[in-house]
């Protein structure tokens, strides 16, 4: 009689099964799922760590997509910061990094540290509605379609981050404060200003501005983030603030 022999699945392919053993490239994943596409479109900042690696790398290596190389290196180095400390040498040792690509890795993680480094007067700081128009206007006031944009603030009310919210007509059905604050709280930002545009040129705030207004205002509270200003641009230099005016800020 012939013994039959179960193999030992767990053992054969590791604690996740035979699931784990298959990886598909990322030319095979669907559209919504590939890195490239999602910082496309949602922008960088809505993509984690390993996807960002990822981009940057472009490809992986023989039965292991980028995306699972990423992570592995991720993991391996304890995370984004222990990646910033591995030099050169180190990055060059692990499978699928050539030099290309840890040169690549090291001068991205470079820059980065560069912009965080930046002097705090090289920052720009908003202590009124003009300073929000200074930094703005010129660009904003071309525009040919409605732009909403928040600054994110630090505690000394520098601007750490200009983030584009929403593009085409504003209005209170279309914007969700959750949007507008995430960013804010990925940052840390304790206070935050809108700004947007009225292609039209007259920056006379609509019912729909003060709406959206009042409904940023009592999102910020449960929050614990404050909206310091909601500033409307305008064309030739004019702008409103909705703060001065206590519009949605009653």
Not at 118 to 123: N, T, V
Request: a negative charge; one cysteine or more.
């Amino acid at each position: 009689m012939v013994a039959t022999v179960t193999p030992d699945i767990e053992s054969a392919h590791g604690a996740s099964g035979w699931a784990s053993a298959y990886q598909p490239r990322i030319r095979d994943m669907p559209q919504g799922e590939r890195p490239r596409e999602r910082l496309r479109e949602y922008g960088p900042r809505y993509l984690s760590n390993a996807e960002l690696i990822a981009i940057l790398l472009r490809t992986g290596v023989q039965g292991e997509n980028v995306l699972a190389m990423s992570n592995r290196l991720l993991s391996r180095f304890g995370g984004l910061d222990g990646l910033g400390r591995a030099n050169f040498a180190e990055l060059c040792a692990e499978r699928g990094l050539s030099e290309a690509k840890a040169s690549q890795l090291l001068a991205s993680l470079e820059l980065g540290r560069r912009f965080i480094s930046l002097a705090p007067q090289d920052r720009a700081v908003i202590n009124s509605p003009q300073d929000v128009a200074n930094l703005l206007q010129a660009e904003m006031a071309t525009l040919e379609q409605e732009h909403l944009r928040a600054l994110l603030l630090n505690t000394k009310n520098q601007v750490i981050n200009t983030v584009e919210v929403y593009v085409g007509n504003v209005n209170s059905s279309i914007v969700r404060p959750s949007e507008v604050f995430r960013p804010a709280v990925r940052d840390n930002a304790p206070s935050i200003i809108v700004v947007h545009n009225h292609p039209s040129g007259d920056p006379t705030p609509s019912p729909e501005d003060v709406a959206i207004t009042r409904e940023l205002v009592s999102a910020g509270k449960l929050l614990g983030i404050d909206l310091l200003d909601h500033v409307v641009i305008g064309s030739g230099g004019r702008y409103v603030s909705l703060n001065e005016r206590r519009l949605g800020f009653e």
